[in-house]
């Protein structure tokens, strides 16, 4: 197989099919060795072509409650009490550096998408 550099999106959707060729190889084979140079390509051009912003903050704390099913009540030793937590869940409240810290080492929610400026607040 020749694997070259991904440099289009012609290259791209070749690799893409590439891999699918040989996504069951076992690791340690020679197709799996195959497989991984390929995914480290598609992969390196998807961050490059189709990277990805952080979710607004209050989405990404809506996600983990969600994700984690936390209350208002569970967000409080993070962000306050529970009128300061509907106040930032609602958009009426900024979060301040140590909400995110808390935030982040409580819920393992990605420091990036809380210091994200909420949509509401970005230029147009």
């Known amino acids: 197989m020749n694997i070259k550099p ?3 999106e012609t290259d791209y959707r070749d690799a893409l099919k590439a891999v699918e060729g040989v996504m069951n190889a076992k690791p340690g084979t020679p197709a799996g060795d195959t497989l ?11 961050a490059r ?6 979710p607004d903050p209050v989405e990404a704390i809506k996600f983990r409650m969600e994700q ?3 209350s208002v009540k569970d967000l409080e030793p993070a962000i306050g009490k529970s009128n ?5 869940l609602n958009g009426k409240r900024s979060l301040t550096l140590p909400m995110i810290w808390r935030l982040h080492s409580m819920f ?7 210091i994200k400026p909420p ?6």
């Open 84 to 88: 300061r937590v509907y106040e930032v």
């Open 119 to 124: 949509e509401k607040h970005r230029a147009a």
């Open 49 to 54: 072509h189709y990277a990805l912003d952080p």
């Open 68 to 70: 984690a099913g936390l």
């Open 36 to 46: 991984d140079v390929l995914v480290t390509l598609v992969e390196a051009y998807e």
């Open 108 to 114: 393992g929610i990605p420091a990036e998408s809380l």
């Open 6 to 8: 991904i440099k289009t």
